[in-house]
């Protein structure tokens, strides 16, 4: 019996025929996009598009909103390797999406003597190469912002960060070297990988704080700067991007996500008498009085940490020793014997944040005093 094909029609097996591979840079570029990818990164882009270069396999990757913007990142990508490498781009092969087929892409290649190749409508593994970079480099993506909860937006940091791996990483289409040695002919340094999204602590340069600001602030490593030889890390405070390489690593821990940053902003900075008394947040002048003569009454009681309680034996009285001078005892107050050990053990600790030190009394005068040196240095500097 007859069968008619429109039935029973399926699509052929593609089998790899052809062992043939570029024998220079650039002989054929491998191209393709991926997207959209949802949500938007942090830079609002929505598409990725990859090069290959066909010998070396090395990678270039850049980022889209549009499809459409294809054509005018080819251009770029061209001039920058033409110039890198001293040689031209002789075959191109992609897919027969629009922003590939366009007319004016189609002529810029034909203007530049540049060969195309288009593969068969819906037949990716044509384009087997740039398929397979995308699924590596997609692989990696997910992995890393599952592994560390990252935020998603995060996904062209971790598409970066993928790239520069896997160009710094050996593969079998390229005997005995990477990517980037094939390509540049220099062999590439890993001493400077971390872990992706582990907790950074960025140093702040002199100019930038005074005497008693932190030396450093907290970010996220995303990655490796193409402009500089530093790392990309992303400000928690300002949720902005830092370029620093000065720069140390917890790479055993990830930052919490859900974790809220607060920043603290003292008037420090400005200077005059006649705000000495307000710089810092302290509460009304009610309380401070409170403070004071609770502070006043129990420094006077000092004399009394350490006697026994009362006793039937009649003996000699006995003396604190002179070291507990400097601690502030509970005498006075409705405290079990342990809970004055306690609390002598408390307030002899110094304090953890500012919000604890500015309560003190004694250490405000330490800040004012501080203050007033810098105004003279500043004084006589001028």
Request: some cysteine; overall charge negative.
């Amino acid at each position: 019996m007859y069968r008619l094909p429109s039935g029973e029609a399926t699509s052929n097996t593609i089998t790899k025929t052809s062992s043939w591979m570029a024998c220079k840079r650039l002989q054929l570029v491998h191209a393709d996009i991926y997207g959209p990818i949802k949500p938007d990164s942090n830079s609002k882009k929505r598409y990725l598009i990859s090069f290959i270069d066909d010998f070396s396999r090395k990678i270039w990757i850049y980022f889209l909103c549009e499809k459409s913007e294809a054509f005018g990142v080819f251009k770029i990508f061209k001039q920058h390797v033409e110039k890198e490498s001293g040689d031209f781009i002789k075959c191109l092969r992609t897919d027969r999406g629009g922003e590939f087929t366009s007319l004016e892409f189609n002529n810029f290649c034909r203007e530049n003597g540049i060969k195309r190749q288009l593969t068969t409508a819906y037949t990716t593994p044509q384009n087997g190469v740039a398929e397979r970079n995308d699924r590596a480099i997609m692989n990696m993506v997910r992995s890393m912002l599952s592994e560390k909860e990252v935020p998603k937006v995060f996904w062209q940091e971790a598409v970066n960060w993928s790239v520069h791996v896997l160009n710094r990483s050996p593969t079998m289409a390229v005997k005995d070297v990477t990517p980037e040695e094939a390509w540049s002919s220099v062999k590439p340094t890993i001493g400077y990988f971390r872990v992706f999204e582990c907790v950074a602590h960025v140093h702040i340069p002199d100019k930038k704080r005074i005497k008693l600001d932190d030396k450093s602030f907290q970010c996220v490593l995303l990655g490796v700067s193409e402009e500089s030889k530093a790392y990309r890390l992303y400000d928690l405070a300002s949720k902005g991007i830092v370029v620093s390489r000065d720069v140390v690593f917890e790479e055993n821990l990830s930052w919490n996500w859900g974790r809220k940053i607060e920043v603290v902003k003292l008037d420090v900075l400005e200077w005059g008498d006649e705000n000495e008394q307000n710089e810092f947040d302290i509460g009304n002048e009610e309380e401070n009085g409170e403070h004071d003569e609770e502070d006043g009454a129990t420094l006077s009681s000092s004399e009394s940490l350490g006697q026994s309680p009362p006793s039937s034996n009649k003996g000699r009285s006995r003396r604190p020793p002179v070291w507990m001078e400097d601690y502030i005892t509970g005498e006075g107050l409705d405290l079990f014997e342990e809970d004055v050990d306690n609390f002598v053990m408390f307030v002899a600790a110094n304090p953890i944040t500012f919000q604890e030190a500015v309560k003190s009394i004694k250490w405000r005068e330490a800040m004012n005093l501080e203050i007033k040196s810098i105004e003279k240095k500043m004084r006589h500097g001028s």
